[in-house]
C-alpha cells in the first residue's frame, strides 16, 4: 500500500482523473487520425511530450524533496 499524506491525497487523485482523461483523449485521436488516414503534426505532439516531460520532473522533484 502507498502511503499518501492527507494533504496531497486530493491533489493525486485529481492528478490521477486528469491522466485517465489524457489517455482516453489521445486514444480517441489516434483512433480519429487511423479513421481518416492523416495524422497530427509532429510539433503537437512534441508539445504534448513537453508537458508530460514537465508532469514527470516536477513529481521527481517532489519525490526528491521528501527523500
Do not use: W
Amino acid at each position: 500500500m502507498i502511503n499518501i499524506p492527507a494533504k496531497q491525497s486530493p491533489v493525486i487523485n485529481r492528478l490521477h482523473d486528469c491522466m485517465t482523461q489524457a489517455l482516453a483523449y489521445a486514444a480517441a485521436i489516434r483512433d480519429n487520425a487511423q479513421d481518416d488516414g492523416v495524422p497530427i503534426p509532429m510539433e503537437l505532439v512534441a508539445s504534448f511530450e513537453d508537458d508530460y516531460n514537465n508532469i514527470i520532473a516536477a513529481l521527481h522533484e517532489a519525490h526528491h524533496l521528501a527523500g
